[in-house]
C-alpha cells in the first residue's frame, strides 16, 4: 500500500526511544519541560480534569464507541474479523484502530494527506456530492469520477472502475471513495459490487474510504447490504459521526476505523498518529459527552428513519394520484433524500426559477450532483409531514404549470 512521504514517520530521536521505553515498562517519567497548565494546579474550575494528550481521541470515548459498534447488527458484514488485531475474537471493535475528530470532512482531509502526494488521484462517485472535491483541492489532489448508472436500480459499473484504474492515470490512484448509501441517489454498496471493489482495490494497491453516515437510514432496500467497516480484504477507512446518527449537524464528532490486511493496518496507524499528534486530539469537553450521546443514537436514528419513511411513502401516494403523472422519483435504497425525474423538456433551472419566483421554494437541481442528463431534483425527506406533503405539491404544481 502506498502512503504519502508528506507524513514524517523516520525513527524517534535516543530521548524519544528512552521515553518510550520507559512507558512500555510502566515507569512514571517526570518532565523538566511540562507544560500542562492542568498537572500543575492551573486549570479552570469550568473544566475539570487533567488533560492527557490522546491523539486518537481519549481513550475512554474511544472505548464506548467500540462498545456501540460491537454492539450494532451488522449481519452480513460478519463475513470477515472486524478487528484490526490479529488475534482477536471475530466482532470486537478494538478501540485502538478507531480515530476521533471533528467531523467526516475532517476525516477526509487526514486521509489524503495519508495516502496522497500532490497531484496524486482518488476516485469519487457521480453523482455525488461535490464536498469531497472540494477537500481535495484542498489538499492538492486530484479527483477522478466513476459514473454510477441507473436501470431501475443505480449501480456501481465496475466494468468502468477496472478500465480507470488499468488506465493512463491508474498508476496516480490511491483511493476509491465508496459512498454507502450514496447521497443523492441512496443507492447502498451491493455485495456484487463490494467483492469486484475489495478485489480491484487489493490488485491495484488502492484504498477503500467508505463513508457510511446514513447507513442507519433504509429507505427501500436490496437484500444482503452492508457495511464496509470492518472490511479485511484490503485496506479500508470506515467514516460515520454524529451529524447523521443523531441528527444534529451541530454536534461535531466523527471517526475513523482502520481495518483491513495487518501490515496495511499498521503501517496506516503509524502514519495516522503522527497526523493526529500534529493536528492535537479531539476537545475533552466534547469527548467526555460521547458515552451519553452514544445512548442516545437508538432513539435518535429511530426517529429520523420513521420520518423518512413515513414522508416516502407519503409521497408515492402523491406521485400515483397526480392527475398530470409527469413526475416520477427514482428508487432510493437508504438516506434522507430522494431524486425526483421531471419532464425532459424542462430545464432544471427553470423549474427552481419558477419555485423561487412563485413558492418561495428553492431546491437543488440534479446538475449540481453532476447527474449525466438534464431533468431532476433533489428532495428532501426530513420535513414535518405537512409542510414535506406542501413541498411536493408546490413541485407537482409548478411542472404542470411550466408544461402546460
Known amino acids: 500500500m502506498h502512503f504519502s512521504s508528506r507524513v514524517d514517520i523516520s525513527e524517534p530521536n535516543p530521548i524519544a526511544q528512552a521515553e518510550a521505553q520507559a512507558a512500555s515498562d510502566g515507569v512514571d517519567l517526570g518532565?523538566?519541560?511540562?507544560?500542562?497548565?492542568?498537572?500543575?494546579?492551573?486549570?479552570?474550575?469550568?473544566?475539570?480534569?487533567?488533560?492527557?494528550?490522546?491523539?486518537r481521541g481519549p481513550s475512554v470515548a474511544r472505548a464506548a464507541l467500540a462498545a456501540m459498534l460491537d454492539a450494532q447488527d451488522l449481519g452480513a458484514t460478519r463475513h470477515a474479523a472486524q478487528s484490526c488485531k490479529q488475534g482477536d475474537a471475530a466482532g470486537t471493535v478494538d478501540p485502538d484502530c478507531l480515530y476521533l475528530l471533528s467531523?467526516?470532512?475532517?476525516?477526509?482531509?487526514?486521509?489524503?494527506?495519508?495516502?496522497?502526494?500532490?497531484?496524486?488521484?482518488?476516485?469519487?462517485?457521480?453523482?455525488?456530492?461535490?464536498?469531497?472535491?472540494?477537500?481535495?483541492?484542498?489538499?492538492?489532489?486530484r479527483t477522478l469520477e466513476y459514473q454510477l448508472g441507473f436501470d431501475g436500480s443505480w449501480f456501481i459499473d465496475t466494468g468502468a472502475l477496472r478500465m480507470l484504474l488499468e488506465g493512463p492515470d491508474g498508476s496516480r490512484v490511491r483511493a476509491l471513495v465508496l459512498i454507502n448509501p450514496n447521497n443523492p441517489t441512496g443507492s447502498y454498496v451491493k455485495p456484487g459490487e463490494r467483492t469486484e471493489l475489495v478485489e480491484l482495490c487489493w490488485t491495484h494497491?488502492?484504498?477503500?474510504?467508505?463513508?457510511?453516515?446514513?447507513?442507519?437510514?433504509?429507505?427501500?432496500?436490496?437484500?444482503?447490504?452492508?457495511?464496509?467497516?470492518?472490511?479485511?480484504?484490503?485496506?479500508?477507512?470506515?467514516?460515520?459521526?454524529?451529524?447523521?446518527?443523531?441528527?444534529?449537524?451541530?454536534?461535531?464528532?466523527?471517526?475513523?476505523?482502520?481495518?483491513?490486511?495487518?501490515?496495511?493496518?499498521?503501517?496506516?496507524?503509524?502514519?495516522?498518529d503522527v497526523i493526529a499528534d500534529d493536528y492535537l486530539p479531539m476537545s475533552d469537553i466534547i469527548a467526555g459527552r460521547i458515552?451519553?450521546?452514544?445512548?442516545?443514537?437508538?432513539?435518535?436514528?429511530?426517529?429520523?428513519?420513521?420520518?423518512?419513511?413515513?414522508?416516502?411513502?407519503?409521497?408515492?401516494?402523491?406521485?400515483?394520484?397526480?392527475?398530470?403523472?409527469?413526475?416520477?422519483v427514482l428508487r432510493a435504497e437508504g438516506g434522507w433524500n430522494v431524486l425526483l425525474r421531471l419532464p425532459a423538456i424542462l430545464d432544471e433551472n427553470d423549474v427552481v426559477l419558477a419555485l423561487i419566483r412563485e413558492r418561495r421554494l428553492s431546491g437543488q437541481p440534479g446538475y449540481f450532483f453532476d447527474m449525466v442528463t438534464n431533468g431532476y431534483l433533489a428532495l428532501s425527506l426530513l420535513p414535518e409531514p405537512e409542510i414535506f406533503k406542501a413541498n411536493v405539491q408546490a413541485v407537482l404544481d409548478t411542472v404542470a404549470g411550466l408544461i402546460g
Open 31 to 55: 518532565k523538566l519541560n511540562d507544560s500542562n497548565p492542568t498537572r500543575h494546579g492551573l486549570g479552570p474550575a469550568q473544566i475539570p480534569g487533567i488533560y492527557a494528550a490522546q491523539p
Open 103 to 141: 467531523s467526516t470532512s475532517q476525516a477526509y482531509s487526514w486521509l489524503f494527506k495519508l495516502l496522497c502526494d500532490a497531484d496524486d488521484i482518488v476516485l469519487t462517485p457521480k453523482p455525488g456530492y461535490p464536498l469531497i472535491e472540494s477537500i481535495a483541492r484542498l489538499e492538492c489532489v
Open 205 to 272: 494497491g488502492v484504498a477503500l474510504i467508505a463513508d457510511e453516515v446514513f447507513f442507519e437510514y433504509a429507505l427501500e432496500p436490496f437484500a444482503g447490504n452492508a457495511r464496509l467497516a470492518g472490511e479485511q480484504g484490503v485496506l479500508t477507512f470506515a467514516l460515520d459521526g454524529f451529524s447523521k446518527m443523531l441528527a444534529a449537524p451541530h454536534a461535531k464528532v466523527g471517526w475513523i476505523r482502520v481495518s483491513g490486511p495487518r501490515p496495511d493496518v499498521d503501517g496506516a496507524i503509524r502514519r495516522l
Open 291 to 328: 458515552p451519553e450521546l452514544l445512548a442516545a443514537a437508538p432513539v435518535q436514528t429511530g426517529r429520523v428513519r420513521r420520518r423518512t419513511q413515513a414522508n416516502l411513502a407519503a409521497l408515492h401516494a402523491m406521485l400515483q394520484a397526480d392527475a398530470h403523472g409527469l413526475v416520477s
